[in-house]
């Protein structure tokens, strides 16, 4: 959808913003642009829409080159979504909603039904559309400048740290909401942050940026992570880039190990056999495919398996390698249960699970 060809953007004291920058995002999907203060990425992005006329290159919309179109046209194919909402004061939220389809020429009954849909559509009530901007929290104006930028449903978005000036619970909510509407949106998304770990989080595929407006690296966040192209990568990574990648891997990706399983009373000589045939002196107790608990097996040779064990380290469907090894440390048994969309078991893990998941 968007294509970066040998561009650069050089300002008029000489400096050197974006270099030979050759880049593409795919259609549909969320390209993060990240890398410190300076490094060209918002340049990179602002360049899109003409915001910054590129220098040298071309930069190419839908196979077409963005010169050759008005800039009006231009831009209202394209949401743009800032740091702080950028919402205009003097306007309802409505207002500010509808702010693109006034101007391309839409009725007040489709405005209005565009608005009401939008409103829901990020998670706002429906009575916020006459309030104004000052009577809403950060969060809240931040959802506002998402759906001013989807009102005239255009197929790319530019988003320019739109989360950086909300608190760290806020943003991950506003990541989490954003992620989802996505999912179900599939736009042409370029995202900037200064924020590897908010970049990892959200992107399909991440440009870093280096110091004098280079790309020193352009990969999946997996790929990223487990093979970082060179040391000015590694250090922006920062600690940890493999406990990084876990949150990227659903835990369905990990190969059970033989679970030593018993159902409701089930007799002592069945708990031996299962443990036995597992290797462990302990068994999981199910109902029905849902786990009830745990017994040391010496329980039953003493006959006072009654009570199951209460066993909390679980995780269910969807559930990332990260979370399997957080469920892991809190095991008393070393191992954790994965659970099905109903909550049935559907298979034990280890760390040798996760190890093998990883590599």
């Known amino acids: 959808m968007i294509e970066f060809s040998s561009v650069t953007k050089r300002f008029a004291d000489g400096t050197v913003a974006v270099d030979s920058l050759d880049l ?10 990240v890398g410190p203060s300076g490094c060209g990425k918002t340049t990179s992005l602002r360049m899109i829409n003409r915001l910054d006329e590129a220098t040298a290159g071309i930069i190419a919309v839908d196979g077409q080159d963005i010169r050759s179109r008005s800039l009006t046209e231009l831009r209202r194919g394209i949401g743009y979504v800032m740091q702080h909402s950028g919402l205009f004061p003097h306007r309802t939220i409505g207002g500010n909603i509808a702010t ?15 608005v009401d849909e939008l409103i829901e559509t990020v998670g706002l009530e429906a009575g916020m559309a006459a309030r104004y ?5 950060g969060g809240q104006q931040q959802r506002v400048g998402v759906a001013r930028a989807l009102a005239a449903d ?9 989360f950086a000036a909300v608190d760290p619970i806020v943003r991950k909510r506003l990541q989490d909401e954003f992620l989802a ?10 995202f900037v942050t200064h924020d590897i770990d908010e970049a990892i989080r959200l992107g399909d595929r991440i440009a870093v940026f280096g110091d004098g407006g280079r790309l020193a690296q352009f990969a999946t966040p ?9 040391d000015f990568v590694i250090d922006f990574l920062g600690a940890e880039p493999q406990l990084k990648r876990l949150s990227l891997i659903s835990a369905r990706m990990a190969t059970p190990i033989d679970a030593p399983l018993i159902e409701v009373g089930a007799s002592a000589e069945a708990a031996v056999a299962a443990a036995d045939k597992a290797g462990t002196d302990w068994v999981l107790v199910l109902d029905d495919r849902r786990i009830v608990g745990w017994h040391r097996i010496e329980a039953y040779r003493a006959d006072t398996a009654r009570g199951a064990e209460r066993f909390d380290a679980v ?6 390698l990260r979370a399997a090894l957080g469920a892991l440390v809190i095991s ?6 994965r659970t099905d969309g109903e909550g049935r078991f559907d298979g034990l893990l280890d760390q040798s699970s996760l190890h093998r998941a990883l590599s």
């Open 133 to 137: 901007p000052h009577q809403l929290s």
């Open 181 to 190: 509407l996505q999912g179900r949106l599939g736009k042409t998304i370029v």
């Open 100 to 114: 693109v389809p006034r101007l391309l020429g839409w009725d007040k009954k489709r405005i209005a039904a565009r």
């Open 154 to 162: 255009p197929p790319i978005m530019l988003m320019d740290e739109p």
């Open 332 to 337: 008393p048994l070393g191992v954790v249960a």
């Open 24 to 33: 593409t995002a795919a259609t549909g999907e969320l390209t993060v642009l």
């Open 315 to 320: 995780m269910g469907a969807g559930a990332t």
């Open 222 to 230: 997996d790929e990223l992570l487990a093979a970082p192209k060179n």
